[in-house]
């Protein structure tokens, strides 16, 4: 799971912190950097993204014997980059390789408007990973016409025809992934998971017939397949060593091999054998296998993320996207943070869950800081900034978990400038004063009880089905809340003062519920266009925990909506009374987790959190014109460079960063192109 980053507007999060994933997202700002900093965070900006890069640090600490691990760990990664686009989309690398064909090799007028728009709508494409947006899951609109297009792939002997072609200007395919209730949700998402003519029941009539050899322990059938009809037979192309993928896959293992030759001990060496066996083989019982090695391998001073992991793009929640994220561990946040971890038993005996709700032991949940040193697929270059994995709740309840909190992506963003929405939208001087001094670390507590209690915590009711079943296509949203939920409960604790987390427990939590209610009722909305309804995972779990707050709360005026001089603002007059609301969802979002119960659930996210206030939406994107910045940021990765003799051995690695956006991504395109099946 993934704890994403909300908004790229200079949003400042601080220490002490995915679920995939999304980010903690909330909408704030950052005060303005006094120091001048050497290390120029921003590359550019387009569209509504903002592209920034990032340092790792503690690289040169790293021995030569590190420093090939980790970069033969990000060669795998790279190496995988193209599934994601398939994955997201059945003509993303046809259309993709086109519209880089055109602008390397296009000679005419690159000053027209035209020409300005093709290249805005490339940088997006490359940016989404295919022709749906990152976050809204709507299609990209061109602001340039066919019949433009036509010249350029005329004037540049470039082949797009057919649907390829058309499907960049019609209606045809619009949402990556459609959420909306009672609707076929399988049919009307363009995602590539399932063949045509698949729809919502044969998905669910396949897997009801799929049984694990061992019910304790659930297979994750279907997160690495692809889901078709041939001759009116459901049947699974699996993601493996020759089979859908395969040429990548081989890739892939071909780093991976290398990587575990300088695996820094045996457990971390096994676990990435594990892997190799489970893409050579797509056998899932082998991927579980992986998991509990991974999840168990937690010391050394490098760590990563590969394969089929999150999946927020399946609109029924089976198959997983391919992502990769390779990180350092940060030792001096990492102990800071450990305290977390080593009191979750705690949080979770005091927690308001039904007591049959509870886990009696909660065990294995480690919290690292890390710092990035590369990312491909769906965690790049849209990027979380936490994670919590692995997803089985088995694997959890018997293992644990590892939580990880992205150092080097956060201090990006603390740097990469601000914006003043946060002065915009707060409701009074109060308001302002809690968010520039405590709202950093607040943020970062949050997404660090969210992946490393929130996640770890509660437990189903014996013989409930995994969540994907029972709770279907809300189970996404469902779990991410909880998470949020067990975050906003304990933030407001003296716990945190008592561990030595915080200096100030009541203002610290204060400036949470102020961002919270904030984002979720509010600013989180300059993501979306007028009129749309909220469909996203993570933005619908801020609003339905929002509203339901906001809605409960009202009797005793526990957070007012203010209108002054025409404009919307929301003030929390009682924290005890709202915290006391959190812990009341917080229990009943867990019970519904528990019980399997799909008619609450639906009732909840569509009471509270798919339908948007028109009224305050349209003001809410007014008061956003003001402002400059992009509301998306993403990144460029730095380059490893290695340095190889005579007999060809690596002898150094340099780190260097990408000059340009656009360098970076055609360089990936021609380099690391690896599905001509698909080509």
């Not at 093709?118 to 990152?134: A, D, P, T």
């Not at 005329?154 to 045809?172: H, M, P, Q, R």
């Not at 266009?529 to 005026?557: C, I, P, T, Y």
């Amino acid at each position: 799971m993934k704890f994403t980053h909300v908004l790229g507007f200079a949003f400042v999060l601080t220490a002490f912190v995915s679920c995939n994933q999304d980010k903690k997202e909330t909408v704030i700002d950052v005060k303005e950097t006094i120091e001048e900093k050497a290390f120029d965070y921003n590359v550019e900006q387009f569209a509504d993204i903002k592209i920034l890069r990032y340092q790792i640090p503690g690289w040169e600490n790293l021995t030569l014997k590190e420093q090939k691990l980790v970069y033969y760990l990000t060669q795998a990664g790279l190496a995988g980059r193209d599934i994601m686009w398939d994955q997201n989309y059945r003509h993303n690398l046809k259309i993709r390789k086109a519209l880089e064909n055109v602008y390397t090799n296009y000679s005419g007028n690159k000053t027209s408007d035209d020409w300005n728009a093709f290249e805005s709508y490339l940088k997006r494409v490359w940016f989404s990973n295919g022709i749906h947006h990152h976050y809204s899951n709507d299609k990209l609109k061109p602001e340039f016409s066919e019949e433009y297009l036509k010249t350029l792939l005329a004037e540049t002997s470039t082949s797009l025809e057919g649907e390829a072609f058309n499907v960049i200007f019609n209606d045809k395919d619009a949402k990556k992934v459609n959420q909306a209730k009672g609707v076929d949700n399988v049919a009307l998402s363009a995602v590539n998971f399932y063949g045509p003519n698949v729809t919502n029941a044969d998905v669910e009539k396949f897997y009801k017939n799929k049984k694990s050899p061992n019910p304790e322990k659930p297979l994750s059938f279907g997160l690495n397949s692809k889901l078709v009809k041939e001759n009116g037979q459901l049947k699974e192309l699996v993601y493996k060593s020759g089979g859908l993928y395969g040429s990548a896959i081989d890739e892939i293992t071909k780093w991976l091999e290398l990587a575990q030759d300088v695996a820094e001990n045996k457990e971390q060496g096994d676990a990435i054998g594990l892997l190799i066996q489970y893409y050579k083989t797509g056998d899932l019982q082998t991927w579980d296998d992986y998991n509990v090695a991974w999840t168990a391998a937690t010391s050394g001073n490098v760590d990563y993320i590969n394969s089929f992991i999150e999946v927020y793009n399946d609109p029924l929640g089976y198959r997983g996207s391919y992502e990769s994220i390779v990180q350092i561990n940060d030792f001096d946040m990492s102990q800071k943070m450990k305290v977390l971890s080593d009191n979750a038993q705690w949080f979770e005996d005091s927690s308001p869950l039904m007591e049959e709700h509870k886990k009696k032991n909660v065990v294995g949940v480690t919290y690292k800081v890390v710092n990035v040193a590369g990312e491909a697929g769906d965690a790049s270059p849209s990027t979380p900034i936490g994670v919590n994995l692995p997803n089985a709740n088995w694997i959890r309840a018997a293992v644990g978990s590892k939580s990880v909190s992205l150092g080097n992506i956060i201090e990006a963003y603390n740097n990469a400038g601000s914006t003043g929405r946060l002065h915009e939208f707060v409701n009074d001087e109060e308001e302002l004063q809690l968010e520039e001094k405590y709202g950093q670390t607040a943020d970062k507590l949050h997404t660090a009880l969210h992946e490393v209690i929130g996640h770890a915590s509660g437990q189903l009711n014996p013989g409930v089905g995994e969540t994907k079943e029972t709770l279907k296509n809300y189970a996404s949203t469902l779990e991410e809340g909880r998470a949020d939920l067990v975050g906003l409960y304990y933030l407001y604790n003296p716990k945190l003062q008592e561990l030595g987390l915080v200096d100030d427990w009541k203002s610290v939590g204060k400036a949470a519920y102020d961002g919270y209610i904030r984002n979720g009722l509010m600013t989180q909305l300059i993501r979306l266009n007028l009129g749309d309804d909220v469909e996203e995972a993570h933005m619908r779990n801020r609003q339905w925990v929002s509203a339901w707050a906001f809605e409960k709360g009202q009797a005793d005026n526990v957070i007012e909506k203010i209108t002054r001089d025409g404009k919307t603002y929301y003030n929390i007059n009682d924290y005890d009374k709202l915290h006391d609301l959190f812990g009341q969802l917080l229990r009943e979002t867990q019970r519904i987790k528990s019980e399997g119960d799909y008619q609450a659930v639906e009732t909840l996210v569509e009471t509270y959190g798919v339908k948007v206030d028109q009224d305050v939406h349209a003001e809410v994107l007014k008061r956003n014109e003001q402002f400059t910045s992009a509301p998306y940021s993403g990144f460029v990765n730095p380059v490893l460079v290695p340095e190889i003799d005579d007999n060809g051995e690596i002898t150094a690695i340099q780190v260097t960063q990408p000059e340009t956006y656009s360098g970076q991504m055609l360089d990936y395109s021609k380099n690391y192109n690896f599905l001509p099946e698909v080509n």
